[in-house]
Every structure is written in structure tokens, then in C-alpha cells.
């Protein structure tokens, strides 16, 4: 009997493998646009990276994205890309005050 494969990406701060459930996608699409994807299914090259605020702020301070998506991303974008991920962690004791 074959395994029920469930998908799984690598976190590209810590470089652990997970379901693809537990990780965000961030994509930058065709069009240029780079953005966080929760539905994980939009087009273009994507990055995961764990649903937490370390990882994410590690990803970022290593420049992890922007080499992972193998293109330019602003620093306005990596910021905006930031606080969009950072509502999808789900590790933060202080997420919705
Ligand atoms: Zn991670």
C-alpha cells in the first residue's frame, strides 16, 4: 500500500522540513509582485518559512527571501512582507492584544 504522501517544503531560516501546512508561502509572482500567500497556490516561485516570528525575523536578517526567490525585494516589501506573515504565526503568546 503507498503512503499518503503529505507535502512538505523546507523552512528557509532553519531549514527544517514540515507539512506545507505549517509553513507561509511567500511568492513573487510573474507580475513582479512578491507577497505573503496563504493559500500557498499562487503562481510564481515561492519561499516557506515556519508560522513563527523567529524564523521569519531570522529569514529576513539572513536575506533568506530575497535569495530564496531568486529576485530584488525592497525593503519596503520585506517589511510589509513581515507583518503579513507575522499574522499567520501561530507560536505567539502576544498575537491579538
Ligand atoms: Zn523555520
Known amino acids: 500500500m503507498p503512503v499518503k504522501k503529505i507535502p512538505q517544503r523546507m523552512c528557509v ?11 507561509i508561502r511567500i511568492v513573487h509572482m510573474p507580475s ?5 500567500d496563504p493559500s500557498g ?3 510564481g516561485r515561492g519561499v516557506y518559512v515556519c508560522r513563527s516570528r523567529a524564523c521569519i525575523e531570522q529569514a529576513v536578517k ?3 527571501i530575497e535569495r530564496g526567490l531568486k529576485s530584488e525585494v ?8 513581515v507583518q503579513d506573515a507575522l499574522q499567520y504565526t501561530i507560536d505567539e503568546a502576544d498575537k491579538g492584544e
Open 13 to 23: 531560516s532553519c531549514r527544517t522540513r514540515k507539512n506545507k501546512k505549517e509553513l
Open 74 to 81: 525592497s525593503k519596503e516589501t520585506i517589511d510589509r512582507l
Open 41 to 43: 497556490k499562487k503562481p
Open 62 to 64: 539572513a536575506n533568506r
Open 32 to 36: 513582479g509582485v512578491t507577497e505573503v
